[in-house]
């Protein structure tokens, strides 16, 4: 198998185990939307990510630039309200951090920054606005510092990343709604858990989940085939996938 | 001519702010963009079509409510062929001025945007 195959299979992995995840959370996102949104989350969230998964599959094509932006495309028109243009809108954007050299360590971590400036400057949050910026920030920040001064391995990092969008999702309960449908209840929006923070950690942890996966495939694969192991990388790296 | 577009998260608000804001707008194509698929909502796709039906190719002004109307038009003007701006104004307000502005024979997308977003100062007693 190709490196690109290798890479649209991570991708076509990566997407499946979100859409499951997000069907099982379904009825527990729409609940958390319905204290203080639209309670249509769940639902929105599982017919976009539905159709993307059926879009990729029909795809003739293994960039991954290319897989993961029509995974965006299809988020922007299949989910709609504001996740569409949040995370389908800013995957597309980030997926051209993809273009040049497929899914590697470094690319994973521009991604994982070009699609954080893109939701903070489309939706206007910042931390402490109750909204998935809440969960994503300390997230992006966390792999790219564990990667780049901590020097960890990118699946360590991305471990440790998730932790940190747990914190984050955390945080969103006690505080007031700045942003978005639930700052329109003001006081009324405290004590409840953020939609939008929570999906976008069921998301990151099917990526780590996804990520251990293929890595731990590739180790056996790299073990058989003695190749170098500084392919290994780019393989995790496919976890900040979306 | 500028064309118009009023974006809402009920069709029938789009739909209604339209049939206001058309009969100040003369020739002007006034188009209306609201809800979604399964009802209140915005929907990129339909914004990006109905700034498709509103260009004659002089471009065209949109009008939003709330939220995700804003995000998602943002989205459909980047994905968009014409030249289309948002104006920063209450929706049916400023869809009537920029209605009125749209038959000046000198109206240009500037214009329209300005006079659109002049209803931002409006009062409604004394």
């Given at each position: 198998m190709s490196e690109t195959e290798q890479q649209r299979e991570a991708v076509e992995q990566a997407l499946e185990n979100v859409t499951a995840r997000l069907d099982e959370e379904k009825t527990h996102l729409t609940d958390l939307d319905s204290a203080i949104g639209d309670a249509d989350h769940g639902a929105n969230m599982t017919r976009g990510f539905r159709k993307a998964n059926e879009k990729v599959q029909a795809m003739d094509e293994d960039d991954p630039a290319e897989l993961v932006k029509t995974i965006g495309v299809t988020l922007v028109s299949e989910v709609g309200g504001a996740s569409g243009p949040l995370y389908g809108g800013s995957i597309m954007s980030a997926s051209q951090e993809f273009a040049d050299d497929g899914i590697t360590a470094e690319t994973s971590i521009a991604f994982a920054e070009a699609y954080l400036d893109k939701v903070q400057d489309r939706?206007?949050?910042?931390?402490?606005?109750?909204?998935?910026v809440d969960a994503l920030t300390p997230a992006v920040h966390t792999y790219k510092k564990s990667i780049e001064t901590d020097d960890l391995e990118p699946l360590e990092a991305l471990a440790k990343a998730v932790d940190a969008a747990e914190r984050g999702v955390e945080f969103t309960t006690p505080i007031r709604a700045?942003?978005?449908?639930?700052?329109?209840?003001g006081w009324r929006s405290v004590g409840h858990q953020d939609p939008g923070a929570t999906s976008t950690l069921y998301i990151m942890e099917e990526l780590l989940a996804t990520a251990q996966e293929v890595l731990n495939g590739e180790v056996e694969a790299t073990a058989e085939a003695e190749e170098?192991?500084?392919?290994m990388p780019d393989e995790v790296a496919e976890g900040e996938e979306e | 001519m500028i064309g118009l577009v009023v974006v809402s998260h009920s069709a029938r608000a789009a739909e209604g702010i339209c049939e206001v804001a058309g009969e100040m707008a003369g020739d002007a194509r006034v188009e209306p963009a609201g809800g979604e698929e399964d009802g209140l909502g915005t929907d990129a796709g339909r914004i990006q079509d109905a700034i498709a039906t509103a260009d004659d190719g002089d471009g065209v002004v949109v009008l939003v409510d709330l939220g995700s109307a804003v995000m998602n038009t943002e989205l459909a003007i980047e994905m968009a062929d014409a030249d289309a701006r948002i104006a920063d104004a209450p929706v049916l307000e400023g869809a009537v001025n920029a209605g009125v502005e749209t038959t000046n024979e000198k109206a240009t997308l500037d214009s329209v945007v300005e006079r659109a977003e002049e209803a931002r100062e409006y009062r409604k007693l004394d």
């Open positions: 939706g206007g949050a910042e931390v402490g606005s109750k909204t998935m700045k942003k978005g449908r639930a700052s329109y209840l170098a192991p500084e392919e | -």
